[in-house]
């Protein structure tokens, strides 16, 4: 499965975009990129998932180069209540390779959003 | 719709004891998940499931076993309990190809 690169923290403040770059050099072609949300003494939560270019919904914008190798999780105009660790996955979640619905989870990136 | 359910919520094992942590989802998907989380670490994969009857090993497998015998159930057994089960438990389930796992609340295990 491929390995996720993230950075351990970042830190931003009220109204400002934040873009959170996740390494996936060993992509493999079923994989999608999912990235999850988790706040203390809570499960995660799913944000956006996408295969490649770039997918927008009402909570981020992902972002994914021709070559996948890398993806940007971009939040809009973050607040406080964005203070959470985020987690970039990938993984087979169309089942057709073997490791199908196998998800790994890395480190995550710890966003401190500051007033 | 409950989502993905745990029970239970909290428990205390003592060491060597076994006990079943239980997950439903009503939402009729074929992936399920089980994870643990360690303070301040990210999630551990330990078993997972595509379907009825069909389950594998994740990254921590070791003292956990889980059988998969209905869409909507996947029960993650401790054998015999170690202090090093201490951990927050999550199961998550999804919609094969659908965008992302649900999960459900956790279980807070202390081991002593």
């Known amino acids: 499965l491929a390995k996720t690169t993230q950075p351990i923290s970042m830190d931003s403040y009220e109204g400002q975009e934040v873009n959170i770059t996740c390494s996936h050099n060993?992509?493999?072609?079923?994989?999608?990129i999912t990235w999850y949300q988790q706040f203390p003494s809570q499960g995660p939560r799913f944000i956006i998932q996408?295969?490649?270019t770039k997918v927008t919904n009402e909570v981020a914008s992902l972002f994914i180069p021709a070559d996948r190798k890398s993806s940007t999780l971009s939040l809009p105009r973050v607040s406080l209540s964005d203070t959470a660790v985020y987690y970039c996955?990938?993984?087979?979640?169309?089942?057709?390779?073997?490791?199908?619905?196998?998800?790994?989870f890395g480190q995550g990136t710890e966003l401190s959003v500051k007033p | 719709n409950a989502g993905v359910t745990q029970t239970p919520k909290f428990q205390v094992l003592k060491t060597g004891q076994s006990m079943t942590l239980q997950c439903a989802q009503d939402m009729n998907h074929e992936y399920m998940s089980w994870y643990r989380q360690d303070p301040g670490m990210g999630l551990r994969l330990i078993h997972y499931s595509v379907g009825a009857g069909i389950t594998d090993q994740g990254e921590v497998p070791n003292g956990y076993n889980v059988s998969r015998s209905t869409t909507e159930d996947f029960p993650l057994r401790l054998l015999s309990a170690a202090p090093s089960q201490t951990s927050v438990y999550f199961c998550?389930?999804?919609?094969?190809?659908?965008?992302?796992?649900?999960f459900g609340s956790g279980t807070r295990l202390t081991v002593v």
């Open positions: 060993n992509i493999a072609t079923n994989d999608y």
């Open positions: 996955l990938v993984g087979d979640m169309i089942g057709q390779g073997n490791q199908g619905g196998k998800l790994i």
């Open positions: 996408g295969y490649k």
């Open positions: 998550a389930s999804s919609e094969q190809g659908a965008d992302g796992y649900t």
